[in-house]
């Protein structure tokens, strides 16, 4: 008895050394303060990624572009860090506080999207349906309205212009409601509109995104229901150079050539033989016993003849 009070005694003494023991934190060895800037214009990037090269350390810079790690890695070790539209870099660091400047890159971003269901993705990664229409497809037949310049470039994408009126409606799951408006949500610029495409001038926009499936739901509600089209509009692109572009439409809507007719009923003619012409002159006709004018010839019967008019 006595020997199982001995071994209950040094159990109850070893067991708060076992809890500090189990509850000992982690060993910093570093702390490095950085920060992450703009190379040209010194502005400090926010969302940047700074990773500790080949282990799971890293963090996102905050406010100001500053960032903070704490860590049990000793110096030196190698950063890298990376910025949508910036070079990614790869420093070497060994003092605790370190200022960043990142490069920005001077070619165009290949196909990142922004949606409500994760931060900037590369388009090959995504899990829903998403269509991106450029501005040479957008302009290969001139169009007074943006929706007319989606026909036949996104699947699944329906328009009906059933009235007479400028613009067309526009669906992209069907009409699923009763009253059949579920029209997609229109994003001008990352700005929630109240407009229809045929609000906008094509001639002014640079790319068009259409949403459908959770990523549309996911950041616009119940509102992007019937998916969302996104509408990104030209900017100023910086190359140090003037382009221009004319655009130049000609067309006839009148017939060059008619033969005179009579203001009246064509058979109708005065008691002289002569019948009104739309100018307003009277022109005398003689007659054949077989009903043709002497001074008129006979349209000659085959197809696209318009010598005799």
Not at 44 to 54: D, R
Not at 111 to 137: I, P
Not at 200 to 228: F, M, W
Request: charged share 20%.
């Amino acid at each position: 008895m006595k020997r199982c009070l001995r071994i209950w005694l040094m159990a109850m003494l070893c067991l708060p050394l076992t809890v500090l023991a189990q509850n000992a934190p982690s060993a910093i060895n570093s702390v490095l303060n950085g920060r992450v800037i703009d190379l040209k214009t010194g502005s400090p990037l926010e969302g940047a990624s700074v990773v500790i090269k080949n282990t799971t350390h890293s963090v996102i810079t905050g406010r100001g572009g500053t960032f903070t790690f704490r860590t049990g890695q000793r110096f030196p070790y190698t950063l890298v860090i990376s910025y949508v539209g910036y070079k990614e870099q790869t420093i070497t660091v060994s003092t605790e506080d370190i200022e960043i400047k990142l490069e920005e890159q001077a070619i165009q971003l290949e196909d990142v999207v922004v949606t409500g269901v994760a931060e900037g993705t590369s388009r090959r990664k995504l899990s829903f349906a998403l269509t991106k229409v450029g501005s040479e497809q957008l302009n290969t037949v001139p169009a007074t309205d943006a929706s007319q310049s989606l026909r036949g470039k996104v699947a699944g994408l329906q328009i009906d212009q059933s009235a007479g009126n400028q613009g067309a409606t526009v669906y992209l799951r069907g009409a699923k409601s009763i009253n059949g408006n579920i029209a997609p949500l229109l994003v001008v610029d990352g700005f929630v509109t109240a407009l229809d495409l045929s609000d906008l001038n094509p001639q002014d926009i640079e790319t068009i995104e259409v949403v459908k499936g959770a990523a549309a739901s996911a950041l616009y509600g119940t509102r992007g229901e019937g998916g969302v089209i996104q509408v990104i509009t030209k900017k100023g692109k910086g190359l140090n150079k003037i382009n221009i572009t004319v655009d130049n439409e000609y067309g006839i809507s009148n017939v060059q050539r008619t033969p005179p007719t009579s203001q009246y009923h064509f058979y109708k003619i005065n008691d002289d033989g002569s019948f009104v012409l739309s100018s307003g002159n009277n022109r005398t006709l003689d007659f054949k016993e077989n009903g043709f004018s002497l001074n008129q010839h006979r349209y000659t019967k085959y197809n696209d003849n318009v010598n005799n008019m």
